[in-house]
Nanobody, 125 residues
């Protein structure tokens, strides 16, 4: 069984930075694709960023490209999301997710088998 625990959320002013962490536990978790999604009140959960198990490929939503960076440390079974130049529209609950199927899309939430409980990010204007 895979468990994902996010941390690092909080309140930040527009233009500020936050770094989210996702600690993963379970067998072979270092071989899974990992993603970050977010959900704002009244909106659908949306893709933010993802990374292959080997970290040789990363994927970003257009809305965060150039501002957010996803990375992973397989020795620590941890995935990070560095968020810079934050905007009020980045306010949401951020979820970490893991997918086991190699050829499924990184962009679709239906591709992911395991989810964390989420961490709140609030950006004030």
């Amino acid at each position: 069984q895979v468990q994902l625990v996010e941390s690092g959320g909080g309140l930040v002013q527009a233009g500020g930075s936050l770094r989210l962490s996702c600690a993963a536990s379970g067998p072979t978790v270092s071989s899974y694709g990992m993603g970050w999604f977010r959900q704002a009140p009244g909106k659908e959960r949306e893709f933010v960023a993802a990374i292959r198990w080997s970290a040789d490929s990363t994927y970003y939503a257009d809305s965060v490209k150039g501002r957010f960076t996803i990375s992973r440390d397989n020795a620590k079974n941890t995935v990070y999301l560095q968020m810079n130049s934050l905007k009020p529209e980045d306010t949401a609950v951020y979820y970490c997710a893991a997918k086991t199927l190699v050829y499924s899309s990184y962009y679709l939430k239906t591709s992911y088998n395991y989810w964390g409980q989420g961490t709140q990010v609030t950006v004030s204007s």
